[in-house]
T-cell receptor, first 116, second 117 residues
Framework: KQEVTQIPAALSVPEGENLVLNCSFT??????LQWFRQDPGKGLTSLLL?????REQTSGRLNASLDKSSGRSTLYIAASQPGDSATYLC???????????????FGTGTLLAVQP | AAGVIQSPRHLIKEKRETATLKCYPI?????VYWYQQGPGQDPQFLIS???????DKGSIPDRFSAQQFSDYHSELNMSSLELGDSALYFC????????????????FGEGSRLTVL
């Protein structure tokens, strides 16, 4: 059974710092990995998607990497801003041979607070 | 661009009542997923539909049922509501993987917040 873990559970940094959020998964047979942002009580905003054949994806100040063989992904946030404060979730999509589902299994999340 | 639409956004019910949540996927998407997120929890997969047929089932209680209609919208029906059913319910849609142009990315709606009193 796939298990997704995120470390740290919570992180507080001063504005302007670069930071790294970690995600690990137990079954390397994934189809893709998505990083999401969630503000309190709000919906899930997709940040980046990395397909299993890719090593990294970049969008603005965000960079996500994937090492499928070791079951790890990192989300790098450059020059953090108070507006980046939110919960960050990673989620993996399993390979479903013969199936037709991309269901995501979510990690436990990292609560990020960027202090002004 | 059109996104996933969920209704209602907020719903308050009493214990043992019934609730129905609706989801309208992104046009041309053929797969719909339902997730439940309890307070302080990560989203848990409930059920999915591909081309109007149930394609996968997760931790969905027997009191819950869902279906996808001919226009691809989906409804999640919850009966005999319990206090523990209070949660944010997300719907997501995607194109099924396996095609060259499809990344398999899931797009989520804003969620429906159910409060059971």
């Amino acid at each position: 059974k796939q298990e997704v873990t995120q470390i740290p559970a919570a992180l507080s940094v001063p504005e302007g710092e670069n930071l790294v959020l970690n995600c690990s998964f137990t079954d390397s047979a994934i189809y893709n990995l998505q990083w999401f942002r969630q503000d309190p009580g709000k919906g899930l905003t997709s940040l980046l998607l990395i397909q299993s054949s890719q090593r990294e994806q970049t969008s603005g100040r965000l960079n996500a990497s994937l090492d499928k063989s070791s079951g790890r992904s990192t989300l790098y946030i450059a020059a953090s801003q108070p507006g980046d404060s939110a919960t960050y979730l990673c989620a993996v999509s399993q390979v479903e041979y013969g199936g037709a589902t991309n269901k995501l299994i979510f990690g436990t999340g990292t609560l990020l607070a960027v202090q002004p | 661009a059109a996104g996933v639409i969920q209704s209602p956004r907020h719903l308050i019910k009493e214990k043992r009542e019934t609730a129905t949540l609706k989801c309208y996927p992104i046009p041309r998407h053929d797969t719909v997923y339902w997730y439940q997120q309890g307070p302080g929890q990560d989203p848990q997969f409930l059920i999915s539909f591909y081309e109007k047929m149930q394609s996968d089932k997760g931790s969905i209680p027997d009191r819950f049922s869902a279906q996808q209609f001919s226009d691809y919208h989906s409804e999640l029906n919850m009966s005999s509501l319990e206090l523990g059913d209070s949660a944010l319910y997300f719907c997501a849609s995607s194109l099924v993987k396996g095609t060259a142009e499809n990344t398999g990315e899931l797009f989520f709606g804003e969620g429906s917040r159910l409060t059971v009193l």
